[in-house]
């Protein structure tokens, strides 16, 4: 039997429609060097008409590519907005990516305009003349006379562009199925992959940003937008923020420490996300400078594992609570939220919020073992994470043949590893290719990080395997100290030795100014391996 119901497509015309009306004086909040500039969701809605009347004047029709290069701010929310609204598909390009990556990703998407940020012209005009599909670049924020065009590419200036434009655009009925936006991954090895979001996959995950067992945006919230647009759609939070009218504080070019401090103190959001590095340097600002947060409801982060000695710090220096959660590019990126069942109270409570989390209803998960028997959710069996469902990539933009490891039987392969308890949350105890192989026994990477920065000197620490002769592996551990404090090697051994089994004690340690991270601000244990390999590390051997 058929249903009765209407066949509404959820497509992001209807989103931004939404939001610019029934929202519109939600805000979105720029910082700049003076401050912040604000816009409400009416006038963004208005903008993004302009922008949709000038990119068709420019002769933007169908499912053309336009790209990004650019901070969070309001100019980069409008195009948001309006690039999948007026059915055109939106490839959101990493500032961070290695210029041949850049290049890449722009040629295999076939990006035919890209919008750049006044302040990030001069890294994109090196790669500019590579990218062979560009036709059309229009500088925000900024002076487009700056940018010499290469052959065959205009370059307009966006302001100049939209002025001429009506604030009205008929945005047309899309088929939620198709592509709305793109985001390649940001992959360590072989060229990123892309993910291209459909209207309908952005719809179902913003729904799920906004629920209560997830991220819990609300109408009258102003989130702290730290996560790059450019890194899997900014968690998802710029769409659902348009959806229930929440605002946006976005912090453009100031990621360091001092000015994040200073647009909590003068903006005074309830809500932030980032990746755990950024939050490490946050709080020793705060060690340095004492600030009063306690306003922030909740602090979501994910990215990376989240060490509980950092969310014990929140907690009690700070009186906010992290909410840890996990997910990837291939999953728009929301997988699973860590929220303890009410029941649990104390260090059960901890337990559950120390985990990547609880799948929610339409991420269906497995664990698969070494020869592919699936195991059982008992908290204890450890394998490859699978997953499923209405927002999770079935398959990398170019077709089933690129990657194809990568999927099987409808599931995708994460590439972490992992166990499940019976009531579906998740512990991640590294990624598959991180996982340390000493002896025969398995050492978790993510585990010996964890309880290493729980040691109050120590800023930062990334654990990676090395050869050994006689156990094929053991763990180096690259230590970076907290400013104006010292430990030695012999200590930080001596603290784990009540907090790890004592074969996985390292024996191995460096100390070094700053781990290497990737274009996302995650380790990039790769490129430790290879200062390792190449001999660029003191080496403590205990
Ligand atoms: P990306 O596609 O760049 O967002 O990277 C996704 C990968 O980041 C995942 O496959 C995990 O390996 C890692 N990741 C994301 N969130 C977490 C988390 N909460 N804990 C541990 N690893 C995480």
Redesign the pocket.
């Known amino acids: 039997m058929l249903s009765t119901m209407q066949d509404g497509q959820l497509s992001l015309a209807r989103l931004l429609r939404h939001g610019s009306t029934v929202h519109s004086e939600a805000e979105v909040i720029t910082w700049t060097d003076s401050g912040a500039r604000r816009e409400t969701y009416g006038e963004v809605g208005k903008k993004a008409a302009k922008l949709a009347n000038a990119l068709r004047g420019l002769g933007v029709t169908g499912d053309q590519r336009v790209a990004t290069f650019m901070w969070n701010n309001a100019e980069h929310l409008t195009i948001y907005a309006a690039i999948p609204a007026m059915g055109a598909v939106l490839h959101t390009l990493n500032i961070r990516l290695f210029p041949e990556q850049l290049v890449y990703v722009a040629n295999h998407a076939e990006d035919h305009v890209v919008i750049v940020d006044g302040t990030l012209v001069p890294l994109l005009a090196k790669q500019l003349p590579e990218m062979k599909t560009v036709k059309h670049v229009i500088v925000a924020n900024g002076d487009a006379s700056t940018l010499e065009a290469p052959a065959g590419v205009q370059v307009h200036s966006y302001s100049a562009l939209l002025d001429a434009q009506s604030d009205e655009f008929d945005w047309p009925e899309i088929d939620e199925r198709s592509a709305a936006a793109i985001c390649y991954?940001?992959g360590t090895t072989g060229d990123p992959k892309g993910v291209a979001y459909s209207h309908r996959s952005i719809w179902l995950h913003s729904m799920q940003v906004c629920m209560s067992d997830s991220m819990r945006l609300a109408q009258g919230d102003k989130a702290l937008v730290i996560v790059p647009m450019f890194?899997?759609m900014s968690w998802g939070l710029p769409y659902a923020a348009l959806m229930v009218g929440a605002s946006l504080l976005m912090p453009d070019r100031f990621l360091q420490p001092k000015p994040i401090a200073e647009m909590l103190e003068v903006e005074r959001p309830e809500f932030a996300a980032a990746v755990p590095t950024v939050w490490q340097g946050l709080l020793q600002q705060l060690d340095a400078n004492p600030q009063d947060i306690s306003y922030l409801k909740e602090v979501v982060i994910?990215?990376?594992?989240?060490p509980p000695s950092m969310m014990h710090t929140f907690q009690e220096r700070h009186g906010v609570t992290v909410v840890?959660?996990?997910?990837?590019?291939?999953t728009s990126?929301l997988g699973s939220v860590a929220r303890p069942p009410k029941a649990a109270t104390g260090d059960a409570a901890w337990a559950y919020r120390y985990s990547?989390g609880r799948f929610p209803a339409s991420v269906t998960a497995r664990l698969v073992g070494d020869s592919g028997d699936v195991l059982p959710w008992d908290g204890e069996s450890v394998g490859e994470l699978e997953v499923q469902g209405p927002w999770i990539a079935g398959a990398y933009l170019g077709g089933a043949d690129v990657d194809p490891d990568k999927f099987h039987d409808g599931w995708l392969r994460?590439?972490?590893v992992g166990k499940i308890t019976h009531d579906g949350f998740l512990t991640?105890t590294d990624?598959a290719k991180d996982v340390i192989k000493s002896g025969g026994e398995w050492i978790s990477s993510?585990d010996l990080e964890n309880a290493v920065m729980g040691h109050p000197a120590v800023a930062e620490a990334a654990v990676v395997g090395i050869p050994d002769e006689k156990w094929d592996e053991r763990p180096l551990v690259a230590v970076v100290v907290k400013e104006g404090q010292s430990v030695t090697a012999e200590e930080l051994r001596d603290y784990l030795t009540d907090k790890v089994a004592k074969w996985q004690l390292p024996e191995n340690w460096t100390f070094v100014d700053e781990v290497p991270k990737t274009s996302?601000g995650?380790f990039d244990k790769k490129r430790l391996r290879a200062f390792h390999n190449e001999g660029k590390l003191d080496i403590s051997h205990l």
């Open positions: 991954t940001s890194h899997a994910g990215g990376s594992a989240v840890h959660a996990w997910g990837m590019t291939e990126p990547q994460t590439g972490d991640l990624r993510v996302v995650k």
